[in-house]
């Protein structure tokens, strides 16, 4: 769920590659379907409905985006809630709506996405981390209830090279002084959240489970 840019994309479009059937839906950025790609409007933040959705699936991937950084008193309660509605709340009611379809499955996963700042802490990114912390609590919690048929696990990026995060990238600049800040000293691109998140939902990941898989060029771990 949210193919349409970023990272999300990046990931339908490597997995419509190997001829996996992708069912990917967009609300902001038009999606149009491609080769092994059907897309479909959808807005988590209302009523909604699944039956584009075939009666098995294999995988479930929820990636909505926002990145909001203001300091914390300037940020409005309103605007926790919109973001946990988003992250939380949607990715609560597309599990729900698909667990029939994913207890079909011999080897079903669903990933999920958070940030390395829930780990970290970083100024101003209070917001995000709150609704991203939520995010890590549901895919423990949801792996523990749906093992041993379902898996669920998450990816924690870095700052990511995606639409998302442009305003964060808008200069030379800004690019340099944030790959400085990794320990793998480049920004992160969507291919490269896409490359686990290929791995994860793969036959080849099926011994792990509720994991918070760090992508994020070393700042996690690394001083």
């Not at 840019?5 to 379907?33: H, M, P, V």
Request: proline share 4%.
């Amino acid at each position: 769920m949210g193919a349409s840019s970023g990272i999300g994309l990046a990931l339908a479009n490597k997995l419509a590659l190997e001829n996996n059937q992708i069912f990917g839906t967009y609300r902001n950025t038009e999606l149009s379907d491609g080769d092994n790609i059907t897309a479909h409007f959808l807005d988590v933040e209302k009523d909604i409905d699944v039956d584009f959705l075939p009666e098995q699936l294999d995988g479930l991937v929820y990636c909505p985006g926002s990145i909001n950084l203001k300091p914390f008193a300037r940020i409005k309660p309103e605007a926790f809630i919109s973001d946990l509605n988003l992250q939380v709340v949607g990715a609560i009611k597309i599990i729900q709506a698909c667990i029939p379809r994913l207890k079909k499955s011999d080897n079903a996963s669903i990933l999920l996405f958070s940030t390395v700042a829930v780990h970290s802490g970083y100024n101003f990114h209070t917001q995000v981390s709150v609704s991203k912390g939520a995010v890590e609590g549901l895919t423990k919690s949801l792996a523990a209830e749906f093992a041993p048929k379902i898996r669920v696990n998450a990816i924690a990026p870095s700052l990511t090279d995606t639409p998302l995060a442009s305003k964060l990238l808008s200069s030379d600049q800004k690019r340099e002084a944030n790959a400085e800040r990794h320990p793998l000293k480049r920004i992160g691109t969507a291919d490269d959240m896409a490359s686990m998140a290929k791995f994860l939902l793969s036959d080849e990941a099926s011994w792990i489970t509720g994991q918070i898989m760090y992508v994020d060029g070393g700042m996690s771990a690394i001083r």
